[in-house]
């Protein structure tokens, strides 16, 4: 099966990881939010299928462009 990276676009801290792996995703779900400028911004799946792996954690500070996990389609 192929895998995507999800990306966020900016960078911050992870403030919240609502889904587990192995969870179901459809295109535009939300996988993480990160913390920038005192707003939640969400990182959200680029395709539909199943979370593979969670590559951040609680707290972590995250550049812009970075993966923050895989999603197999």
């Given at each position: 099966?192929?895998?995507?990276?999800?990306?966020?676009?900016?960078?911050?801290?992870?403030?919240?990881?609502?889904?587990?792996?192995?969870?179901?995703?459809?295109?535009?779900?939300?996988?993480?939010?990160?913390?920038?400028?005192?707003?939640?911004?969400?990182?959200?799946s680029p395709a539909?299928?199943?979370?593979?792996?969670?590559?951040?954690?609680?707290?972590?500070?995250?550049?812009?462009?970075?993966?923050?996990?895989?999603?197999?389609?």
């Amino acid at each position: 099966m192929p895998e995507i990276k999800v990306v966020t676009e900016v960078a911050g801290r992870i403030c919240a990881l609502p889904l587990q792996t192995g969870a179901s995703v459809g295109h535009g779900d939300d996988i993480a939010f990160v913390e920038a400028m005192k707003m939640e911004i969400p990182v959200a799946s680029p395709a539909a299928g199943r979370l593979k792996s969670i590559l951040v954690e609680l707290d972590d500070a995250v550049a812009e462009g970075q993966a923050v996990a895989i999603v197999e389609t």
